[in-house]
C-alpha cells in the first residue's frame, strides 16, 4: 500500500492540525492533505477532492463532528471518518460509532492514532476491492476474485462464507478468532461455529441469523461473546449479509476481535467510578477536616500575644487549607462534568459575570479592585449553562491575584460576530503578564514555584474544560500587542443565543 494519501482534517485550530501532520509524516506517510473548519467549505471539499480518510476534531464553535459525520453520510461516500477530541465524553463517543464513526481517539493518545489510520485505510481498500470484484460481469471471474479479496483481507477482519450449514471459505484471521486452524474450521457445519458462541448470546445470534435467510433484513450488525479454542471469552463485533456465492445464495459473515475495546471501555467506566468514589471520600472527609483545621487555626489568631512571624505563619496555613478545599471542588466539577455533559441554554453573561466578581471580592476583601465591563443585562446572551461562573471565576481570580499593583484593574468586554454568530468575551489585567513560550501551557496545571507564573492552573484547566463542553474556544493575549509585560488578555468565544 503506498504512504501518499489524501487526508481531509476538520479542525479549527492549526496547531492541533499541524501536529496531525508531523505525527503521520513521523510514521511514513506522505500525506497530501486540506483543512477546513466550517460546513460550507467541508461539503466543497468533499464534492470537488477525492479523500482516503477524513480526521474530524468534535468540538468546532457552530460546527463539529456530529454534524461532519451526517454531512459525510449524505453523500454516501466510503470514506473512513475517525474523531479526534480532548474532550469528549463516553457516551458521546458510543453515539458518534453508532452513527457510524469508524474510531474516536482522544488527542492526547498518540499511540492509538497512526495504527487507527492504518486499520482503516486497509478496512477501505478491502471493501473497495470486494465492490470491484462484484461489479465484474462474469459470475466465475467475480466469484474468483472474491476469494482473492477474502484471502488479501485486513489482517483484523476475519471473513468465511456460510452455504447449506457448512462453512465453505474462511480466511486464516477468522480461524485465528477462534483459535483453531483454518483446515478444521473448512471442515466444520455452520452449527459448529454457532456451538462457540457464548450461551447467554446464542439465542439472539440465531435469532438474527435466521432474519437474515428468511430475508426479513438485508444485513445485520451483531456482538456476542465467543468461546476461544484455550478457554478466553472473544468479544466479537461481526457483520453478515446475504452474497451470491458460487450460483447459490449464502451468508457472508465478517468478524472483528474487539476484546481489547470491550476491555478499554469497562476499564474506563470502572475508573470513572473509582473516581466518583474518591471524590466523595475528599469532598466529605477531608471537608470536614479542613473546616476542623481552620477553626483551630482562627481560634489561634484569637491568642493573646503572639509574634508577629507566628501570626504570618497561622494566615499562610489557612491560605493553604482554602486552597485545599477549591482543589477539592474542581476535582468534583471535573468529574460531574465528565459523565454528566451539560445541557446548553440561552444564558445571560451579566448575572453570572457579577455573581463571579461578587465572590471574588469576598474571598479577597482587602484588594481594591477597579473593574470595568460593557456587559449589561440581557446585552449578551450565549449558548452555556450555571458552570459559566467558573470560567468568570478563575479568570477574575487569577487577574487579580497576580496583579503587579495593590490597586488591581480588570477589564471585561463583549463584542459580537454576527456572521458567525458568535460572542467574544476577553477579560483583561494589567498585571505582570504571561510570556509567549507559556501561553500554551496556560489551561495545564503549571507549577508556580517553577514558572513563576499564575499558580497551579487547576481553576483555569476547569475553565478550558467548561468552555470546551460548549463547543466553544479560549486562548490567551497580550493586553498590549507588543510586549507581555502589560499584562495578560484571555478570550474566550462562544455561540450566541
Known amino acids: 500500500m503506498s504512504n501518499r494519501h489524501h487526508f481531509l482534517i476538520v479542525e479549527d485550530s492549526e496547531d492541533d492540525a499541524l501536529m496531525v501532520i508531523l505525527e503521520l509524516r513521523d510514521n511514513g506517510f506522505d500525506p497530501i492533505y486540506e483543512l477546513v473548519n466550517d460546513s460550507d467549505s467541508y461539503k466543497l471539499a468533499l464534492e470537488q477532492k477525492e479523500w482516503d480518510i477524513i480526521i474530524c476534531d468534535y468540538n468546532i464553535p457552530g460546527f463539529g463532528g456530529g454534524e461532519a459525520l451526517r454531512i459525510l453520510k449524505e453523500t454516501k ?15 458521546d463517543a458510543v453515539k458518534m460509532m453508532k452513527s457510524g ?19 482503516e485505510l486497509k478496512a477501505v481498500e478491502t471493501r473497495r476491492m470486494v465492490q470491484e470484484a462484484q461489479t465484474r460481469a462474469e459470475k466465475k471471474q467475480l466469484q474468483s476474485e472474491m476469494k482473492f479479496s477474502y484471502l488479501a483481507a485486513n489482517s483484523l477482519l476475519g471473513i468465511a462464507i456460510l452455504q447449506n450449514n457448512q462453512i465453505v471459505f474462511a480466511n486464516e484471521v477468522f480461524a485465528g478468532i477462534t483459535g483453531h486452524s483454518l483446515k478444521d474450521i473448512l471442515k466444520e457445519t455452520s452449527s459448529d461455529h454457532w456451538f462457540r458462541i457464548h450461551p447467554d448470546d446464542i439465542d439472539y445470534v440465531k435469532k438474527s441469523i435466521a432474519m437474515l435467510e428468511s430475508r426479513e433484513i438485508a444485513e445485520q450488525h451483531l456482538e456476542y461473546r465467543l468461546l476461544h479454542k484455550n478457554g478466553d471469552i472473544k468479544n466479537i463485533e461481526a457483520f453478515s449479509v446475504i452474497v451470491d456465492y458460487e450460483e447459490s445464495l449464502a451468508i457472508q459473515l465478517t468478524q472483528i476481535d474487539i476484546t481489547e475495546r470491550v476491555i478499554a471501555q469497562r476499564e474506563l467506566m470502572q475508573a470513572l467510578d473509582r473516581a466518583d468514589f474518591f471524590v466523595d471520600l475528599m469532598g466529605h472527609d477531608l471537608s470536614n477536616i479542613n473546616q476542623a483545621v481552620s477553626l483551630s487555626l482562627e481560634l489561634c489568631l484569637d491568642a493573646p500575644s503572639i509574634s508577629e512571624e507566628l501570626e504570618e505563619d497561622i494566615e499562610d496555613a489557612l491560605f493553604q487549607v482554602k486552597r485545599s478545599t477549591e482543589l477539592i471542588t474542581s476535582v468534583k466539577k471535573f468529574i460531574k462534568l465528565e459523565k454528566l455533559p451539560p445541557k446548553l441554554k440561552p444564558t445571560d453573561i451579566e448575572p453570572i459575570l457579577f455573581s463571579a466578581l461578587k465572590k471574588v471580592k469576598s474571598e479577597i476583601p482587602d484588594a481594591s479592585i477597579k473593574f470595568k465591563t460593557n456587559i449589561t443585562p440581557k446585552s449578551f446572551v450565549v449558548q452555556a449553562d450555571e458552570n459559566l461562573v467558573d470560567v468568570f471565576y478563575a479568570l477574575l481570580s487569577n487577574a487579580i491575584k497576580y496583579s503587579k499593583e495593590d490597586s488591581v484593574k480588570v477589564d471585561v468586554l463583549a463584542k459580537r460576530d454576527e456572521q458567525a454568530n458568535m460572542i467574544t468575551v476577553s477579560c483583561s489585567d494589567y498585571g505582570k503578564g504571561i510570556p509567549d513560550e507559556l501561553k500554551d501551557f496556560l489551561f495545564s496545571r503549571i507549577d508556580k514555584r517553577k514558572e513563576g507564573y499564575w499558580g ?36 474566550f468565544k462562544l455561540l450566541q443565543s
Open 456 to 491: 497551579s492552573g487547576v481553576g483555569l484547566t476547569l475553565a478550558k474544560y467548561i468552555i470546551d463542553t460548549y463547543n466553544g474556544s479560549i486562548w490567551i493575549e497580550n493586553r498590549v500587542p507588543e510586549t507581555y509585560e502589560s499584562g495578560a488578555k484571555i478570550v
Open 77 to 91: 461516500l466510503d470514506v473512513p471518518f475517525i474523531l479526534l477530541s480532548g474532550t469528549i465524553g463516553e457516551e
Open 101 to 119: 464513526a469508524d474510531d474516536y481517539i482522544m488527542k492526547g493518545n498518540k499511540t492509538r492514532l497512526i495504527p487507527a489510520i492504518k486499520r
